[in-house]
C-alpha cells in the first residue's frame, strides 16, 4: 500500500465519518452541532482535494480507489442517521422517506459490486452519480446548520414566556436577543436542506436504476 497525501486524505475522511456520531456523544447541543458541521465540510472538501491530488500528481492507487467510495458512503449514511436520531418531530417524517431511499440505494449497489465481483468495474461512476453525491453533501451540511440555528432560538427563549415571545416575532418588542433571524435561519435551512435531500433522494434512484441496467447482462441466467 502507498502512503501518499492523496491516501491519507481519504483515510482521514474515513475516520471522520464515525467521529460525527462521536460529537453527540461527548458535546452537549449546539457545540455537537458546530463540531459536527465542520467535520462534515472538512471531510466535503478532502473529498474534492484528493481525488484531484492523485490525478494531478498521478498517484492514484489501488488503495484510494477502494477507499474512496467507502469513505463517501460512510460519511452520508452516519451523517443521515444523525439528523434523523436528533431532528425535530415537525422534520422527522420528511426526513426518513429521502433518506431510506439514499441508504437502500447504497446497500443494493454495494451487494450488485459484491455479487459481480471481477466484472463490477463495469458500474464505473458517471457524473450524474458525482451529482449525486455533491447533492447529498451540501443537503445534508445545511441539515446540519438547521440544529445550530434551532438550539440558538431556543437558548435565547430560555426563561421567556410565549406571549412575549410572540410579541418579539410581532414588531411589537424589541427583538434585542435576534429571535427573528434565528428563527428564520432555522426554517429555512430546514427547509433547503429538505428541498436538497429529496433532489438528492431523487438523483438517487436515477443513479441506481442506471447502475442495476448495466449490470443486468451479467445477471442473466446461462
Do not use: C
Amino acid at each position: 500500500m502507498k502512503w501518499n497525501l492523496p491516501n491519507i486524505l481519504t483515510l482521514l475522511r474515513l475516520l471522520a465519518a464515525p467521529g460525527l456520531a462521536v460529537m453527540f456523544l461527548y458535546f452537549t447541543r449546539p457545540y455537537a452541532d458546530w463540531f459536527a458541521l465542520i467535520l462534515f465540510l472538512s471531510a466535503a472538501i478532502t473529498d474534492w482535494f484528493d481525488g484531484y491530488l492523485a490525478r494531478a500528481w498521478k498517484q492514484e492507487t489501488k488503495m484510494g480507489a477502494m477507499l474512496d467510495p467507502i469513505a463517501d458512503k460512510a460519511m452520508v449514511v452516519i451523517a443521515l442517521m444523525i439528523l434523523v436520531g436528533y431532528s425535530t418531530e415537525h422534520w422527522t417524517p420528511w426526513l426518513v422517506l429521502p433518506a431510506t431511499v439514499i441508504l437502500f440505494r447504497e446497500v443494493f449497489v454495494s451487494g450488485l459490486r459484491e455479487y459481480l465481483g471481477d466484472v463490477a468495474g463495469t458500474l464505473k461512476v458517471t457524473k450524474l452519480a458525482k451529482w449525486k453525491t455533491t447533492a447529498q453533501m451540501v443537503a445534508i451540511a445545511v441539515l446540519f446548520s438547521q440544529g445550530i440555528f434551532e438550539h440558538y432560538f431556543v437558548m435565547s427563549t430560555f426563561g421567556m414566556d410565549t406571549d412575549l415571545i410572540d410579541r418579539i416575532l410581532s414588531g411589537q418588542v424589541e427583538d434585542i436577543a435576534g429571535l427573528q433571524w434565528k428563527l428564520d435561519g432555522m426554517f429555512w435551512s430546514g427547509r433547503i436542506g429538505l428541498w436538497l435531500l429529496w433532489v438528492a433522494a431523487t438523483l438517487t434512484l436515477i443513479t441506481g436504476y442506471d447502475y442495476l441496467r448495466k449490470a443486468m447482462p451479467h445477471l442473466k441466467e446461462g
